[in-house]
């Protein structure tokens, strides 16, 4: 498994901007396709985007899709979330999580039984 950390969250106005990070250790970072999850209060985990391990194809839900943008820098061995026009509707705890498989085929990793590290999250509340 892969130890993973993120950074970044806070409270934004609407409209605003924040961009979260992912460190990662322990285990082949540039191997690894990357996700991010978040988790509003009361409602179940869901999907945010993907990046394959070689950073080159990306995945969106459509919720965030033209205003977040995942990206990754292997030799940082970290992943980021660029979040723009942010919503009230985006208020959640935001996890970065590990795919289970090095070299995966797939980068577009919906589901949380796909991925086999998580971080511990961090806050992100936008205000109206």
């Known amino acids: 498994q892969v130890q993973l950390v993120e950074f970044g969250g806070g409270l934004v106005q609407e409209g605003g901007s924040l961009r979260l990070s992912c460190a990662a250790s322990g285990r082949t970072f540039s191997n690894v396709a990357m996700g991010w999850f978040r988790q509003a209060l009361g409602k179940e985990r869901e999907f945010v985007a993907a990046?394959?391990?070689?950073?080159?194809?990306?995945y969106y839900a459509d919720s965030v899709k033209g205003r977040f943008t995942i990206s990754r820098d292997n030799t940082k061995n970290t992943v980021y979330l660029q979040m723009n026009s942010l919503q009230p509707e985006d208020t959640a705890l935001y996890y970065c999580?590990?795919?289970?498989?090095?070299?995966?085929?797939?980068?577009?990793?919906?589901?949380?039984?796909?991925?086999?590290?998580w971080g511990q999250g961090t806050q992100v509340t936008v205000s109206s």
């Open positions: 999580a590990a795919d289970r498989a090095d070299y995966g085929n797939s980068y577009r990793l919906t589901s949380t039984d796909q991925y086999d590290s």
């Open positions: 990046i394959s391990w070689r950073g080159t194809s990306t």
